[in-house]
DNA sequence: AGATTATATAAGCATTCTCTTATGAATGCA
DNA sequence: TGCATTCATAAGAGAATGCTTATATAATCT
C-alpha cells in the first residue's frame, strides 16, 4: 500500500456519515433505501457515499432486481483495522429493528 | 470515542504529507526545518500540517531553546493502529541519513 | 405499453482544505 | 543592542468535499 492510497483509504472512511454507514454495515447488508431511512439522509447523498467508499475498496455492492445491496468488503487487507475502529463507536440512533417496526426493511431476497 | 472525534482523528491522518511526516517521527523526533528538508516543502506549509495532528492528538511538541521538536504522541489510544498503518508504507525517498551528510540534521539537545 | 420504484449521475453551491506569500514573535549569538 | 534563525500565524487563491435539486437509467408491476 502506498501513500496515494493510503490516503485514498483514510479520506474514505474519514467521514461521519461515511462511519455511521459503516458502523450499519458490519452488522448486515443493507440497500441505498434503507440507508436512506437510517440516516435520514437523501438518496443521492446516500449514493454518493457509496460511491466513495466503493471507489476505496471498503465496500461491495450486489445487485439484486431493483435493489443496489452494500456490503463491507471483507476481503480488504484492511478490514480488520475497519472492524476495530468501528468497534469503538456508540451504536447509531436509528436501529434496523426500527425500520422493521416502521415495515421499512427490504426484503429482496424473498 | 464518538463519531466526530474518530471523523477528526481520520481526516488528521488522510493525508499524503501528514503520512510522511509520520513515517519520519515513527522513528525518531524532529523539528519544523527538518521536517521542512525532508519534504521539501515551505515551512508554513509544514507548521499548519503540524498544528492539524497535534489539534487531533496525534503528535506532542516540545520546545527547546529555538526549535519545536514534534514526536508522536504514544499515548493516544489509537497509537497501535496509526503504527500499523504506517508500517504499511515504503520508505521515504530523503531520509535522516542524507539531512545528515548534508550537514542539516539539527543538534538541538547539544 | 405505461406507471412505479430504486438507484446513479449531473450541475450548482457553500464549506473546507492545502498551499502560497507576508509578517510577527521569540530565542540565541556577535 | 542589533541581527540571524526558528517557528507560528494571517490572508488569499485554487482545488476538493458534501450537500442540494433535477434528471436519466433500469427493473418491476399492472
Redesign the pocket.
Known amino acids: 500500500m502506498d501513500y496515494i492510497a493510503l490516503e485514498q483509504y483514510l479520506?474514505g472512511i474519514?467521514?461521519?456519515?461515511?462511519l455511521r454507514i459503516l458502523t450499519y454495515l458490519m452488522h448486515e447488508s443493507l440497500?441505498?433505501?434503507?440507508l436512506?431511512e437510517l440516516l435520514e439522509?437523501?438518496?443521492?447523498?446516500?449514493?454518493?457515499?457509496?460511491?466513495?467508499l466503493k471507489d476505496a475498496g471498503i465496500v461491495s455492492?450486489e445487485?439484486r432486481?431493483?435493489?443496489?445491496?452494500w456490503s463491507l468488503n471483507v476481503r480488504h487487507p484492511q478490514y480488520p483495522v475497519l472492524i476495530h475502529l468501528l468497534s469503538l463507536l456508540p451504536a447509531p440512533g436509528r436501529t434496523v429493528e426500527d425500520l422493521i417496526k416502521e415495515g421499512k426493511k427490504?426484503m429482496c431476497d424473498a
Do not use: L, Y
Open positions: 479520506k474519514g467521514d461521519q456519515n461515511r440497500c441505498v433505501c434503507e436512506t439522509m437523501t438518496q443521492p447523498a446516500i449514493s454518493q457515499h457509496m460511491r466513495k455492492e445487485k432486481g431493483r435493489w443496489t445491496i427490504v
